[in-house]
């Protein structure tokens, strides 16, 4: 079978249950909860609480170290049980009494079975009947904005699924499988203290529905990518007024090439970075439905107070106001973003702080405040305390947070203490984007901007300027950093970031106009856009402004992405929201609307402004070892076999089976003597060889040949010591160096040692020992009795 | 009431019923009657059986080759060398050319020479057989060294001891309680024999050796080895293309060598084919007595007189056993055992036993056996009376020679002797015979082996099953009832010896079974035919081809594979005996066999 079909329906089958269970199922748990509200309400309040619960319940039940499937399984169903058999009065208990009536009629033979089925059927038409009109009236209603939708997340799960190359998109995807895979083993932070999230939510998939970590973890960048788009779509959803021109910067973002390519590279990664991006906008939306629950609780409260019909008022203690639910959406979402990663934290911040100052007049009234800080710090107790308890539990802080903290200029006097996999996470989400496309990705742009072409230190000294001067000069300085980092980083032509600089003078326009329109609220989105955009865009280039940085720009850019297209919708629906008010027609505005959109559709397609999928290889991992990765796991029985490999695997097969490393397998029978012995003791062994090695992390080598030689094999081996020994040629060296040990090995045992897999990159043997007389690997090769003093070296031509 | 039309079509249907009811017993009533040997009309006629064991001869002389290829297999040593008495016969039963070579240096200087050297290692001592170890290797040529060489010359010779795969020699004499026997070199799949002792010296082993059964013992030290360092018994040791088998024992030196050799030239090759017989033969032997004799004992034992307890008692459970283990009955009945007294006997009873074993579809033999002293073919003229008498038409095919000597039964036997109609002559084995395992009279009366007795499966019983049924895929064996009438010992009462014979079956034979079970006549025709065959094979890396000139019908090859497996097969049938054993029916003249990489990824990129 083809694996790239293989693949594909892995996607599907992640992206189902995902969806199932994380917005499906909380949907239907909370569905009186969520009654009366829009569906964009209902997906936030969905995918936030089903988020939160199953995070919540591996990381709760993680600390004392119970994490199996069935506890899990349990703990899902204890709360829609729960609810069920609250609710069984209203939910399934008249049903159950009509279905019983019935039967014991029929039992009694009062009814007869004609009769009894007629009624069944009959019951069953309605249900249909009724089912299929519901369904027909969405359909008509939401026709037009269906195929929007659907087009657009089709294009999305098109773009972000690679179904052709099956390495990883991060060289920390192992680091993460194999913090995952230590929840197995009871082990919540098996490297430190993390944020977890990701981790937890990825578990849960694992252990209940049993599939392998390494699927997840490299698949589920997809599922994660379309939840991050439509997510963004509810967002825009939430702050338009007019029906289809969220779809305007939806398509310019989801569909269209308007982006620098880079931006995007990271989604098809399963990185925590990413997956906290889904709960960043919830923050947000949370935030101005907050005020806006608020303002009509106040309303509602002077309005009874002039009527003195307060003493009907519902006590806070006996309902949940909206302002409290809305407050609790936030704190969970916000919540959500600290467990997932410390950089969607910060980026939350920024917006929730953005939609304060729109809001700024509610912040203003103390309660509201009290309420708010309260809020902050019950949404950070909440990850935190996992990660206390552990902390509190001896459990160490995990060494990519000092890395973190360093980014931000928190420096620690022990940096030294730094785990390798700080690291490497630090390196590979680096090079997870070079992976995709590596435009623009690694080019700092200076506060100085690109055209910035003298430095600081070799000017010479500048006369004393005034503080206009100086004021101006910084300003013109702001401006072409800004320009520059918008230009190299964000937007993928100047003729689109002409189009967006456009867009801000008509929403700095629009603002007075609503204000004049006493559209109060919609002013305070347009400030709110505007500020996030500011402050992303500062974000991105902190050193400008005097500022410390807070994370790194390549990552800062890739928020400031996410979010700079909003205003592009948020003009063109402010322009009908005003000319809605002048020709009160709401129908033509809608229509107006569904034009636009269909227009920038048409422009976006005709125009070839369609992203163009370019994904290479991985440059950590071959097609073919991950393919064999996937067929042994399927196929062998667990503990029963070994993958002698580079480095990639060892995560991916560790809570299944074992792993060697080449490096360790080779020095065992380096300077061969006769009493040298290398077992390995499982039935299966594997050995998967590099026919022509990666530039680890760096794609093809273009300055040397890779493929394996006697050249290559002839060289010293590289010490063992974390990745080098992996890297650059030191890699050239180890394959060629195992390759030519599996010729010689098969030459001496044909029939026991076999090609399992073979390509032109890549080729896996296998071998079938006796468990109980093992082979001895270590054998003279031709290559590991040699003086790598002497001279008879050769070297490279 | 009942319409006339009804009535007649119930009492049409009842009448037809009841005939068919009839019919069978009937049927089987007048096939009884004719008194005859089913299997006669099968057995193989006088001219095709000399054609056989013409062609046989006629093989057996050419496959001595005076300058070995590839294929042929290189005697090395002294032609009187007992294992290379074995190499002949086991070269001479799979029709593999030999050729002789006086020592390892000669065969080793013929680069071109045998590719499958068979050496005593007694033999092995000076450097040059050392070198010659080496060089063979390197030209890809396989040696088996039966026996090591002195532990003496090993210790002082470093050189031999690396070219056996010996790392040091610990021990120059240890004793073993048994061994694990690894799946893989013969049929049978992995086992422990823990009650086979032997002496053997302690050869700790390099790299690049795959151990076939290694010594298994309670003693302490023995348990504290790591499993690698277990004293090894059979090893492969591959210090290049080529293999040296080492087997430190004496097992290549009896009957059951030929298993262990042909487990030896399939792990040469990726893909091995070899022709056998597929046949098991299970007798009784000395069934059914028909005189009632030894009255004492039968009645202090029984209460009944012999006759009696021999249908009454002996056959209900000879025919369960047969039931349950689904072989084919093959009795060879000696109406007396004593031939000087005079005991009286049942005639009536012959008639009885004829249509019983009729009815299992099984086959009467006679058996020369007797506790009396007169001569053979006296004894054999009074068996034939009576046969004369009660089944006139009845022709005995089989004759259970049993431990009697060629000689004694030689000129009784066959075309124009007293038993004419007998083709086939059942004899006891005997290990050390160094004659081939099967075997023709001059006359053209074919000697098979019994070489199980089907009470007793002690450890060296299996081992030796294995390895005959791996050699040749036959299997023969016996129980003897004269026991129970003139009983040795307190074992030989019939409870005991039809428990041991019952209990034996599934632990041991069930690995088999791929092996049909045949009545001695049709075993004899099929290892004529095995004798006679001439066959050639070509492996194209995929695809098996094998061309089988069979003088009688179908033939039977045993295929060894390697990480392979048999996805598709023409002119023939397969059956898989165990994890990569398969049983070959050839039925037409080519057979082409697909095989495929078991072990492969199942998924491949777009």
Known sequence: ?797 | MISRANYVAITLIMFVVLLMFQLTGISENVLMDTGENIYASEAVSEELAQNEKDRYEQQAEELYSENGTTDTVGLVGSESDECLTVGLQWCISQKKEYCYYSDLSEAAKDESGAGFLIVSGSSLESDEDTEALKDLAEQGRNVVVSGLPDTEILKENDDLRHSLGILEIEEDEITVEGFRLFAGLVIGGETIYEDYEQEMPYARLDDSVTAYAVAQSEEAWIQDLDNEDLPAIIWRYAPDEGKVYVVNGDYLTGQMGAGILTGFAADTEEVYVYPVVNAQVSVVENYPVMADENPEVMEREYGQNSSIVFRDILWPSIVAIFYDTDDAMTVTSSPRLNYEQGDELDESLLQFYYEQVTKESGEIGLSGYQVSDVPLEEKLTQDLQLFDEVLPDYEILTFQAGDLDKKEYEGLVGQGNLLSDVNTVLKDYDETDDGTFFSYLDNGVLQMPIYMDSRVMEDSDDFRSRCLQTAYGYYGTAVDTSKVLYPDSENDSWNIISNDWSKNYRPFRTPFECFEKTTASEADRRVRSYMALNYDTQFDGETLRIEADSADGDCYFVMRLHGNEITDMTGGTYEEIESGWYMVTVTEETAEITLSQTNHADYYIE
């Open chain 1, 1 to 797: 079978m083809s694996f790239n079909f293989v693949t594909t329906v892995w996607i599907a089958k992640i992206f189902i249950i995902y969806t199932l269970m994380v917005v499906v199922l909380p949907y239907f748990v909370m569905r009186k909860f969520l009654q009366g509200r829009s569906i964009t309400q209902k997906f936030v309040f969905s995918i936030v609480a089903g988020n939160f619960f199953y995070i919540m319940i591996v990381l709760l039940w993680g600390l004392v170290h119970i994490t199996n499937r069935y506890v899990l399984i349990a703990t899902t169903f204890a709360i829609p049980v729960g609810m069920a058999v609250k609710g069984r009065k209203k939910l399934w208990e008249g049903h159950v009494r009509q279905t019983w009536i019935h039967l014991r009629r029929f039992i009694k033979r009062e009814n007869s079975f004609r009769y009894s089925m007629r009624i069944f059927f009959r019951w069953l038409g309605r249900e249909i009947k009724s089912a299929l009109r519901r369904l027909g009236i969405f359909l008509r209603k939401n026709i037009f904005e269906l195929i929007l939708f659907l087009g657009c997340s089709a294009f999305v799960m098109w773009y972000f699924s690679i179904t052709n190359h099956f390495g990883p998109r991060a060289s920390d995807l192992v680091v993460h499988m194999y913090w995952i895979n230590g929840v197995d083993d009871g082990i919540l932070y098996r490297a430190g203290i993390y944020p977890f999230g990701m981790h937890a939510l990825l578990y849960y998939f694992h252990a209940v529905f049993d599939i392998p970590t390494v699927r997840l973890v490299l698949l589920f960048g997809t599922v994660q990518a379309f939840y991050i788009f439509t997510m963004f779509l509810a967002f825009l959803k939430e702050i338009c007024r007019y029906r289809y021109t969220p779809y305007l910067t939806y398509v310019a973002f989801a569909v269209g090439s308007y982006l620098v390519s880079g931006r995007y590279a990271r989604y098809y990664a399963t990185l925590p970075q990413e997956f906290g991006m889904v709960f960043i906008l919830p923050c947000v939306i949370a935030l101005i439905r907050f005020f806006r629950a608020v303002r009509d609780e106040n309303a509602e409260y002077k309005r009874m107070k002039e009527q003195k019909l307060l003493y009907t008022r519902i006590d806070g203690k006996r309902r949940w106001r909206e302002s409290t639910i809305q407050l609790w959406l936030l704190i969970i979402s916000f919540g959500l973003t600290l467990s997932a990663h410390f950089y969607s934290t910060i980026i939350a911040g920024v917006l929730v702080l953005a939609a304060a100052v729109a809001y700024i007049r509610f912040i203003f009234n103390p309660k509201t405040f009290r309420r708010l800080v309260c809020a902050a710090v019950i949404a950070i107790m909440i990850p935190v305390f996992p990660m206390a308890v552990a902390f509190a539990g001896g459990t160490p802080l995990e060494g990519s947070l000092y890395w973190a903290l360093e980014v931000m200029g928190v420096s620690r006097s022990d940096e030294t203490e730094q785990s390798e996999d700080a690291s490497s996470e630090n390196t590979s989400e680096e090079n997870g984007n070079t992976a995709v496309d590596s435009s623009g990705e690694n080019t700092k742009v200076s506060a100085q901007g690109d055209n910035s072409g003298e430095t600081a230190s070799s000017e010479p000294a500048q006369p004393e300027l005034s503080l206009q001067e100086k004021i101006s000069q910084f300003v013109e300085n702001a401006k072409s950093t800004a320009v520059a980092m918008l230009t190299m980083l964000i937007f993928s032509s100047e003729g689109v970031l002409q189009a967006w600089v456009w867009c801000v003078p008509v929403l700095l326009v629009e603002i007075p106009l609503m204000w004049l329109l006493r559209e109060w609220e919609y002013s305070r989105y347009i400030i709110m856009i505007l500020l996030a955009s500011i402050f992303l865009i500062i974000l991105c280039i902190p050193d400008t402004f005097g500022l410390p940085s807070l994370l790194d720009q390549s990552r800062a850019s890739i928020y400031c992405a996410y979010f700079i297209l909003t205003g592009l919708s948020l003009a063109a629906d402010g322009v009908l929201v005003v000319l809605g008010r002048i020709i009160r027609v709401r129908a033509l505005w809608q229509f107006a609307s569904l034009a636009m959109a269909a227009a920038f559709v048409f422009y976006t397609a005709e125009g070839g402004y369609i992203r163009v999928k370019t994904v290479n290889s991985s440059s950590l991992e071959r097609d073919g070892a991950q393919l064999c990765v996937y067929d042994i796991m399927e196929k062998y029985p667990d503990e029963k076999w070994t993958i002698v490999s580079c480095n990639e695997e060892r995560n991916m097969v560790s809570p299944v089976a074992w792993h060697y490393e080449v490096c360790d397998f080779l020095e065992e029978m380096e300077n061969y003597s006769d009493d040298d012995e290398m077992y390995i003791p499982t039935q299966y062994v594997f050995f998967f060889i590099e026919k022509r090695s990666m530039d680890y992390s760096y794609g093809e080598f273009t300055d040397v040949d890779a493929e394996v030689s006697e050249y290559w094999a002839s060289q010293e081996l590289p010490p063992t010591s974390g990745l080098s020994q992996y890297s650059g040629t030191n890699r050239i060296i180890t394959n060629s160096r195992l390759y030519y040990w599996a010729q010689e090995y098969q030459k001496r045992f044909p029939n026991e040692m076999k090609v399992y897999y073979e390509d032109d990159d890549f080729v896996c043997y296998y071998i079938e020992q006796n468990e109980y007389y093992l082979n001895n690997f270590a054998i003279d090769y031709g290559y590991n009795s040699r003086d790598y003093t002497a001279s008879e070296v050769e070297t490279y031509d």
